[in-house]
C-alpha cells in the first residue's frame, strides 16, 4: 500500500474552512427563508450572521482563487484541456454503470493530475460560476443605500432573491453529491482520511474522489 501527497496544508485548511461556512450559511439561509418576514429585518441576529458568512465566504473563495490559479503547477489541476473533454464519456460511465460491477476507474490520480474531467467540470463550475454568482446576489442584499434603491426602483428585488435561493439549492445539491462521492474511495473513509493528512491511499480502490 502505497501513499501519494495530493492535498498541501494550505488546501486542506480552506476546504474545511470553507465546508464550515457552506453549511453554515445553508443553515442561516434555511431560518430565514421559512422564519417569515421578521427575519428579514435588519435587527435579525440570524440575518447579521448570514451576511457575515457571506463576506467570509467571499473572503476564502477569493484566497482560493488566488492560491489555485496564480501557480501553474496547481492551476493545472482545474483546467480543462482536450484530452478532458474525451474522456468525459468513459469517466461518465464508470460513475453511472462500472462503479457498481467491479469495473476499473479510468482514471487515477496522481501528483501531476489530480482530478478526472468529472471533477474538473464540477470544481470549475461552482468555484468559477456558482459561488461567484451566489456572492454577487447576496452582496446585493448588503443594504447598499444607492444600490438598494436602484433595484427597488427597477423591481429587481424580488428576481435576485429567487436566483440567490436558486443558487443555495444548487450548492445543497452539490454538497450533498460530494459528500456521497467522498464515501467511495479504498474504504468508506479514505478520501476524507486524505483531506485530513494530505495522503491519498493507492491500491484497492477504484474511487477518486480527492477534495477540492
Known sequence: MSRLYLHPL????????????VISLLGTGLHLRFHGIAALTPYDPVLRWHKGLGLAMVAVTVSWLVYAMADPSRRRHYMLRGRDLRGMAAQARFYLFAM?????????????????????????G????????????????????LLRDQLLSAKLIGLFDASHVLFSYLLALYLIVHLYMSTLGRTWFSHIKAMITGYEEEGGGGQDEVGQ
Do not use: C
Not at 468555484?127 to 446576489?137: H, K, R
Open 10 to 21: 494550505p488546501l486542506r485548511l480552506w476546504h474545511w474552512l470553507t465546508a464550515a461556512i
Open 100 to 124: 457498481f460491477t467491479g469495473g476499473e476507474n479510468p482514471f487515477r490520480p496522481s501528483a501531476a493530475e489530480k482530478y478526472n474531467p468529472l471533477q474538473k467540470l464540477a470544481y470549475g
Open 126 to 145: 461552482v468555484m468559477f460560476i456558482l459561488l461567484p454568482l451566489q456572492a454577487l446576489t447576496g452582496l446585493l442584499f448588503m443594504d447598499i443605500p
